[in-house]
């Protein structure tokens, strides 16, 4: 199917992706897992992707296991992640999505997510949601892809018992770090999503470890600032008033994401009536409480 993994797509945590051709249908995606990894990551993507069926959610065509080899089929994604639309890589960068397209994506990724929280026989949580996981197709519909790191938990259990830190650097909530933030549930994966937000708001990663003001370090406080002062959220740029709101909108509803404890962030229900709903009903959140690099959490992942 891979031509003996001709075409690579990309390259992750868990290994690589292949671009496949069977011989009868549409183009896939093979993601060939590790070898390093052990089960976990392969039956965890398998036993939560299986339980979904989702317009925002990739689909598992099927999968391979031969010894040590494993491998995942996925439906192909034309357009590849949302990392490559959102950041500014000067002349590199390729051509950018407009605003209007970025906010359908938001709020496709919401809808994804909360159909894992709350639309599935068992509630999926993901852990580590970022624009490298997020999938465009050809109408640059978003899906969400990548659950080595997701963990399935019953309905009824709103916090879930973690033995280790999971996730990637810089979207991991606080609480995942240090539990005296409070029990790590579904809102960590709204922490996430928050982060993801203010990137694509932003155009740049949300940890710049080459900013040369400390208060560029960390995004979040440099986004605070504009928002509260009415600027420019986005000074390289000139906006309508509509393409404005649309960001200003993104902005706040990241921001109430990104809430240090997870009681003050909302639901992923909550957050798309706030992307959905009328913007003059938005609330300006509280200032994060780690709002600069000195204050900021560091942990270990895994």
């Given amino acids: ?71 995942l089929i996925y439906e192909f994604m034309a357009n590849g992640s949302l990392d490559k639309f959102i950041y500014n890589k000067g002349s590199e960068s390729i051509t950018s999505l407009s605003w209007d397209n970025l906010y359908q994506i938001s709020k496709g990724i919401a809808r994804g997510l909360e159909y894992l929280h709350r639309g599935c026989n068992t509630r999926i949580l993901h852990f580590d949601i970022k624009p490298h996981n997020i999938l465009l197709d050809e109408n640059f519909c978003p899906k969400i892809s990548d659950f080595g790191l997701a963990k399935l938990c019953p309905r009824k259990d709103s916090i879930i018992s973690m033995a280790d830190t999971r996730g990637t650097l810089g979207y991991v909530a606080p609480e995942m770090c240090n539990r005296h933030f409070g029990g790590v549930s579904h809102k960590s994966d709204v922490y996430s999503y928050g982060m993801m937000l203010l990137e694509m708001v932003g155009g740049r990663k949300n940890i710049n470890a080459e900013a040369s003001h400390t208060s560029e370090i960390y995004f979040p406080h440099l986004v605070y600032t504009r928002l509260e002062e009415d600027n420019n959220l986005r000074p390289d740029q000139v906006m309508r008033i509509e393409e404005n709101e649309i960001v200003k909108r993104m902005t706040i509803v990241g921001l109430w994401c990104i809430q240090t404890f997870p009681n003050d962030r909302p639901t992923m229900s909550g957050v798309v009536e706030m992307l959905e709903g009328n913007m003059n009903s938005l609330e300006m959140p509280p ?14 992942l895994s």
Avoid at 2 to 22: C, D, E, H
Avoid at 287 to 300: I, V
């Fill in 1 to 71: 199917m891979t031509n003996s993994f001709k075409v690579k797509l990309g390259q992750g945590g868990f290994g690589a992706v292949y671009k496949g051709n069977p011989p009868v249908g549409c183009p896939v995606a093979v993601k060939l897992l590790n070898a390093s990894k052990g089960n976990e990551e392969f039956i965890n993507e398998v036993a939560s992707i299986s339980r979904t069926s989702h317009v925002n959610i990739v689909t598992l065509l099927g999968f391979c296991l031969e010894g040590s080899k494993k491998a």
């Fill in 287 to 300: 200032k994060p409480l780690f709002s600069s690099p000195t204050r900021s959490l560091t942990c270990s």
